[in-house]
């Protein structure tokens, strides 16, 4: 269908009309993030009850698969998992032993207990539809005291922050996110530096000086100065490091320690 | 169809693309591979809903993806508005009857759209060669879906002949 010239203009200025409008609600909302926020909590609470029948059929189809697979391989798996049992039962008492002393040092330095945190577990409902973003849905929100900020973990480390909450649902920004930027720190050299999301498996850390002794294979925790994660979490390990002959910093690519294509429950810290 | 229906449908469609993309193929497929089925919709206005409804409904659609993926409103919504407006002022001179046009078709809307996006969200990016990459990548699978998304909105979605 040819369109008249009148159409053809008309089109064009309304066109000129919404884009500008996009434009202005994009700053409005890169300063105030309510009316996200808000539009958040409308479509989330619609969607809510879909997801959770969703999840429930993939959750059903991947037990019922994994069990059938899983079962060939149990005896040798079952025989791999003593041995490793009786490896770490060794290393518990070890640990224990440590801790304890641990514990007793720190009174005699007189220094100051780490802020304790509340656990809420969490199911993951959905995904971020684009392949742009790395968010996930979970199924807490308002209703159980959960605050845009919250900082998420799953079993094996960080995971990322809550960024949008309605009253049954919560948007999380997972660490890998082009957006996400966590303060942390390298374990062996005690560098520190910002973890930024890369869009794909891979994290970037940022502003590590030269000169320190990093290697792959590092474990990077966080730092706790960011006001939003606790001192201490897992975040990755140095997966690549790319030496930059000029300039202050280093590059070094991190491997999440969660495999976020795996992810099912997570956790959310709540400061007590 | 008047206004309200057609407005309800594009709605409830948008709804279940929501919950497809993010409930069901995200777990699926692998990022990089991620389709686009809302530009789709926009893409079939643009040919079937050539006047000021078809362009409001894809600023709508913008605005509900910018809610579900992004941490701003606004960059899918312009995105939209122009890939709308470009092709709707030229959809009586572009042949998309056939499937190949069409995935020709889409696959440069996708890429299109991508960079409005990106121009739109980042200011700086780690990694330009992944980004273009993964916009090639998504480009291509959005294009491959189009073919069965048109044929679904042709028959739910009916507009009078071209």
């Not at chain 1, 514990?103 to 656990?119: E, G, S």
């Not at chain 1, 942390?184 to 050299?189: A, E, K, P």
């Not at chain 1, 140095?238 to 294509?261: C, E």
């Not at chain 2, 001179?93 to 739109?120: E, G, K």
């Amino acid at each position: 269908m040819k369109l008249t010239y009148s159409k053809r203009i008309q089109i064009s200025l309304c066109s000129l009309i919404l884009f500008l409008s996009s434009i202005i609600l994009l700053h409005h909302t890169s300063k105030d993030k309510t009316l996200i926020e808000y539009s958040y909590n409308v479509l989330y609470e619609v969607l809510y009850p879909f997801q959770n029948i969703s999840n429930n059929i993939v959750n059903f189809f991947n037990n019922t698969i994994d069990k059938y697979i899983y079962l060939v391989n149990l005896k040798e798996e079952n025989k791999s998992l003593k041995f490793k049992i009786a490896r770490l039962e060794k290393r518990n008492l070890k640990l224990h032993e440590e801790k304890y002393e641990n514990r007793k040092l720190k009174r005699l330095l007189k220094i100051k207990r780490k802020v304790n945190y509340a656990q809420i577990g969490a199911e993951i409902i959905g995904y971020n539809p684009s392949k742009w973003g790395q968010s996930i849905i979970i199924n807490r929100g308002k209703i159980d005291n959960i605050k845009v900020g919250d900082p998420v973990i799953s079993h094996e480390g960080v995971v990322g922050q809550v960024i949008n909450v309605s009253p049954n649902t919560s948007k999380v920004l997972i660490l890998i996110d082009r957006t996400s930027a966590i303060d942390v720190f390298l374990q062996q050299s005690r560098a520190r530096g910002v973890i930024i999301g890369g869009g794909n498996e891979l994290c970037q850390l940022k502003y590590i000086l030269k000169n320190n002794d990093t290697k792959i294979g590092d474990k990077v925790l966080t730092s706790g100065l960011d006001g939003i994660f606790p001192k201490g979490l897992l975040v990755g390990h140095v997966a690549d490091l790319s030496p930059i002959p000029s300039g202050l910093f280093d590059t070094i690519k991190v491997m999440p320690i969660v495999d976020f294509t795996k992810l099912e429950f997570v956790t959310v810290l709540k400061l007590k | 169809m008047n206004i309200i229906k057609k407005f309800l449908l594009i709605i409830i469609l948008a709804l279940v693309i929501l919950f497809l993309q993010g409930g069901i193929l995200k777990p699926l497929l692998p990022n990089i591979l991620m389709p686009n089925l809302f530009l789709i919709i926009v893409i079939y206005l643009s040919f079937y809903e050539t006047n000021v409804l078809g362009l409001i409904f894809s600023f709508v659609l913008g605005l509900l993806y910018d809610i579900s993926t992004s941490t701003l409103l606004g960059p899918y919504a312009a995105s939209f508005v122009t890939i709308y407006t470009l092709f709707a002022i030229f959809s009586g001179r572009i042949f998309i009857d056939t499937t190949i046009s069409l995935i020709i078709i889409t696959a440069i809307s996708s890429i299109i759209c991508d960079i409005i996006y990106m121009i739109l969200i980042f200011t700086f990016l780690p990694d330009k060669n992944n980004i273009s990459f993964e916009i090639l990548l998504g480009s291509i699978s959005t294009a491959i879906i189009s073919p069965i998304m048109i044929y679904i909105l042709k028959k739910y979605y009916p507009i009078k002949n071209r």
